[in-house]
């Protein structure tokens, strides 16, 4: 939510911000800026809309060649996307530039003061009033910009990642953060600031995580950390294990269908090394004991979103092979419940960036009241890992298109290991059926990239219904996250209204929903010793009675629903606990391609943004 980039170095400090605020841009779309230190002053552009928008005013006003800059590219909060609103934000003198993500709290008494004191603000926003406070300190002060920063970050209340320059002083970024995201790019003779390792990924491979209420000045040879007050601060290194083709599109219209076609990978990437010598489970960044872990006596989950529906499914997992009690809670709702945790429970945050800020509040609260927190998240150098006491990194890659797809997955699979690995810890399954269910996993990106190869007919599907207004998903067990998750992907893809619903909830109210041709997805579980596969055959043949058009996902070889079905999508066959690493990756694609025929921007649907930074 908001992607920020600073830069001081021999090359054009134009041209890697904005190529890193191209790669940022997933973060917000409602407006982009840059500002650069050049003789003295501060140069500047700023758009609303798409960086295609700047790239337009740049290319009619283009800015002087600079080592110095700093770049903004918006999700608005404080003030309606406009230009006047846009980052970066200048002090009267335009000697000062800063651009923010996050919310500052206490801004309206902060913008009074300044008011008062004969300052005048020139923008809604509350990021302005830094702008000011800072030039402020500087000219009552003779002191340096990181020094004047640190004064009045003591004063901010809330959740921010600042990035400053001065015109006085080039060759000088600063950078501060409390509760949003900023990581540092270590360069040869030029060094970067950024919310995402992604924005220098073109340049250096190797970052620093900034921790909670650090300040972080950047030159061409160095970079130096300090806390809020003043003491030198711990930071920590790490090599970024993937390289700048990742974040490409690689000849793909839109990063989403690169990110579908790439989840065997992500699937297989998850699960590698996950075995030690002897066969057993190992996860290496797991942080707690076995003895810890059988301590446990009940497991909360915490998440947002599409994440939130791979806990629905985790829970399913984690009771089956350990017994322990699991609730699966949505990240916003959790620590305004007064939520009952002890030393005993563990709580698992899930999240793909590791910076959504209901999740990483949710995680603060757990911490207080003592429970364990362990993390499920594909970002290394993130908030969520690491205020956690374990974490599994789930191996996507970057995610950049703002819907979440093989992040999906892979936290899927994290969730499998986990449970499977409490599984062990606690000896509540042998270690072969443990050796199984990961040969089961084991296969799933085959399975997973025979749903890609045979996706023609779901794409000519999508194609086929991208006039229908409403859409229903109908699930039960796992089955259920699945259409939730189907149903999520169309409404934030294609604005179309879409619902899931467990199946078996139909007949309780959702059933007159159902009018003649409505498309309904039903997703069938595998035959098996329980009754769900029947239950799913009597609620498709209760639509189908009243008019649905039933799109039937079904496991190879199951040939029962297939007089109720008016279109059937196979799945090569999986356990119900696994299928929906399968069942997802259709539902995708369908989204997606319905999107595209609306002409949606599928990578940056309109009002979203990745990454969710504020509460
Ligand atoms: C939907 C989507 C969101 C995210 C949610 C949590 O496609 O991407 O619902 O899943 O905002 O994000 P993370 O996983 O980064 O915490």
């Known amino acids: 939510m908001c992607g920020i980039v600073g830069y001081v170095g021999p090359r054009s400090a134009l041209d890697v911000v904005i190529g890193g605020l191209r790669r940022l841009e997933y973060r917000g779309y409602d407006s982009g800026g840059v500002a650069l230190v050049h003789d003295g002053t501060i140069a500047w552009a700023k758009k609303q809309g798409k960086l295609a928008n700047l790239d337009k005013e740049l290319a009619e006003r283009p800015l002087p060649e600079s080592h110095t800059g700093v770049g ?44 008062a004191r004969g300052y005048e603000m020139v923008s809604d926003t509350d990021s302005e009033t830094v702008a000011h406070l800072i030039a402020e300190q500087l000219d009552a002060d003779d002191i340096e910009l990181t020094e004047a920063v640190r004064r009045v970050v003591q004063q901010l209340r809330g959740a921010f990642t600042l990035v400053i320059t001065d015109a006085q002083q080039p060759g000088v970024v600063v950078g501060a953060r409390r509760s949003s995201p900023l990581v540092a790019g270590r360069g040869d003779g030029e060094n970067f600031l950024a919310s995402d390792v992604a924005a220098f990924i073109d340049y250096t491979r190797e970052a620093i995580e900034l921790g909670q209420d650090q300040i972080v000045t950047i030159t061409c040879d160095d970079i130096v950390v300090i806390d809020f007050d003043g003491a030198a601060g711990d930071v920590n290194d790490f090599h970024v294990d993937w390289d700048a083709s990742a974040a490409e599109k690689g000849g793909y219209d839109w990063f989403m269908l690169k990110e579908i076609d790439e989840q065997p990978r992500a699937v297989a990437d998850t699960l590698l090394g996950r075995h030690s010598r002897d066969g057993a489970l190992q996860l290496d960044e797991m942080r707690l004991s076995d003895d810890e872990l059988r301590e446990i006596d009940k497991i909360i989950i915490v998440a947002c979103g599409t994440a939130s529906y791979a806990g629905l499914v985790a829970k399913y997992a984690i009771e089956h092979w350990t017994r322990i009690p699991c609730e699966v809670e949505l990240a916003s709702e959790f620590r305004y419940r007064d939520p009952i945790l002890g030393r005993s429970t563990l709580v698992v945050a899930i999240s793909q960036s590791g910076e959504t800020m ?24 993130s908030t969520i890992p690491r205020e956690s006491d374990a974490v599994i990194y789930t191996h996507a890659g970057p995610e950049v298109a703002v819907a979440s797809t093989k992040g ?92 899931g619903f467990a199946a078996g909830e139909l007949k309780h109210g959702p059933i007159a929903l159902i009018e003649d041709g409505l498309p309904v ?28 058009r039933t799109i039937v996902l079904v496991e190879d070889g199951d040939d029962v629903v297939t007089e109720y079905a008016d279109t059937v999508i196979r799945l090569p066959r999986a356990p119900t606990l696994l299928q929906p690493l399968l069942a997802t990756v259709p539902l995708q694609i369908f989204a997606a391609e319905l999107a595209d025929t609306l002409g949606c921007d599928v990578d940056q649907p309109r009002n979203l943004a990745k990454s969710v930074t504020v509460e």
């Open 72 to 115: 903004h590219t918006r999700w608005a909060t404080h003030g309606p996307p406009s230009d006047r609103n846009a980052h970066p934000h200048l002090d009267a003198a335009n000697r000062i530039a800063i651009v923010h993500n996050g919310i500052i709290e206490n801004f309206a008494d902060l913008r009074a003061g300044l008011e």
């Open 358 to 381: 209901d999740t990483l509040m949710a995680i603060r609260h757990a911490r207080q009241q003592r429970a364990r927190v362990l993390a499920i998240c594909n970002t290394n150098g």
């Open 408 to 499: 999906f997955l892979s936290q899927l699979v994290a969730c499998y290991l986990l449970g499977l690995y409490l599984a062990q810890a606690r000896g509540t399954k042998y270690g072969d059926e443990i050796a199984s269910m990961m040969a089961e996993l084991e296969a799933i990106p085959a399975g997973i990239q025979r749903l890609l190869d045979d996706a023609g007919p779901v794409r000519e599907l999508a194609r086929e219904l991208s006039g229908e207004r409403s859409v229903l998903f109908l699930g039960r067990h796992t089955g259920y996250p699945v259409a939730l998750e189907g149903a999520l992907k169309l409404k934030e893809l294609a604005y179309l209204h879409a619902e």
């Open 521 to 548: 997805f039903v997703i069938v579980p595998p035959r098996g010793r329980d009754q769900l596969h029947e239950k799913v055959v009597s609620n498709i043949q209760e639509i189908r009675a009243r008019g649905a």
